[in-house]
């Protein structure tokens, strides 16, 4: 079975770890969000490219869900102690070896997508990890400037999301560079010939949304034959994790499982909600999409495991409808 998958940073990686438990034999290729790229100290850093990494590889943090496992902040106090280091954005030195390897690389000439190639032959992820695009693309959000009510200034996401903890309300979100973009080799092939797309429950405004407006990749998806399921990052009104409620107020999107099947509606042939929003199941089926409800609180391994087999049931279902 050949299984694609587009994918954010936590939800989305662990999500992952629990499908290739569910699915051992399968042939699964993770489409990996880039907007939440930024520079910093001159390094090119992959938020959620390293996340999935990280964490199939086994080398993620655990008790954070992202950054090193073993992690030392020898670099980042001595930037500090120089009052050069972003205080709201810290990198660990052993996380800083895979930045330096990926920025000189990038500098050499090599695409996003050889790089991470190369970087997943170090961690052996267990999937195909390839970035949306090569192309730059990142997610700004636009918020108030100071005190005037009409004026505004655009910051980096990772601002908003790491500094601010999203508590600036977003007036808009923004993905410069995305209409310019072009899905990175192996995107479109991975989505057309997949037995199965799964959207994983990663955040479906700055995770998801990213990698569908990258020209080209959301007419795939939309195309492709296989069946199309994804799981609520929604639980009961509430973000699993993160801000994904703000994320949502910026752009009038409820903070509901049924809301956010609303944003795919176009593209799936199934969602998944969990049991306490079973109610939402006639709300997403009236939009043309077959909804179950079943546990999506990812406990450990065998709760995700189960979250898998469950979106895997589900493409099935629809597959033989």
């Known amino acids: 079975m050949r299984i694609t998958a587009l994918a954010g940073g936590i939800g989305g990686s662990r999500f992952l770890r629990g499908l290739l438990r569910a699915a051992p034999d399968a042939e699964v290729t993770v489409i990996g969000n880039t907007a939440d790229d930024i520079t910093l100290h001159g390094l090119h850093v992959s938020p959620d490219l390293d996340t999935v990494m990280y964490t199939l590889g086994g080398g993620i943090e655990e008790s954070q869900g992202w950054g090193r496992a073993g992690e030392t902040f020898a670099v980042a106090e001595e930037l500090g102690a120089y009052g050069a280091e972003a205080q709201w954005f810290t990198l660990g030195d052993r996380d800083l070896a895979t930045h330096l390897v990926r920025t000189q690389m990038l500098a050499a000439g090599y695409p996003l997508s050889a790089v991470t190639e190369a970087l997943c032959d170090r961690w052996q992820p267990g999937v195909r990890l390839i970035p949306m695009t090569d192309d730059r693309v990142e997610t700004h959000v636009v918020v ?6 009409g004026a505004e200034r655009a910051i980096h996401f990772q601002e908003w999301w790491v500094r601010l903890h999203a508590e600036v309300p977003a007036r808009r979100i923004v ?47 939309r195309a492709t034959k296989a069946p199309k399921v994804g799981l609520s990052p929604i639980i009961g009104g509430s973000p699993v994790r993160g801000m994904a409620d703000a994320a949502l107020k910026a752009i009038g999107v409820p903070t509901t499982a049924a809301g956010v099947a609303e944003l795919f509606a176009d593209l799936l042939d199934g969602w998944l909600v969990d049991t306490v929003d079973a109610e939402a199941t006639a709300t997403v089926e009236a939009a043309g999409v077959r909804c179950v409800a079943v546990p999506l609180w990812m406990t450990g391994p065998d709760t995700t495991a189960a979250m898998a087999r469950a979106a895997l049931d589900l493409a099935e279902e629809v597959r033989a409808r």
């Not at 108030?144 to 009510?149: E, F, H, N, T, V």
């Not at 199965?196 to 955040?203: A, C, D, Q």
């Open 144 to 149: 108030a400037a100071g005190d005037d009510d």
């Open 175 to 221: 993905l410069v560079g995305a209409d310019q973009a072009k899905p990175a080799p192996g995107v479109l092939d991975a989505i057309a010939t997949a037995d199965v797309v799964l959207l994983p429950p990663s955040n479906p405004v700055v995770s998801i949304g990213p990698i569908l407006a990258v020209p080209g990749i959301r007419d795939a998806v």
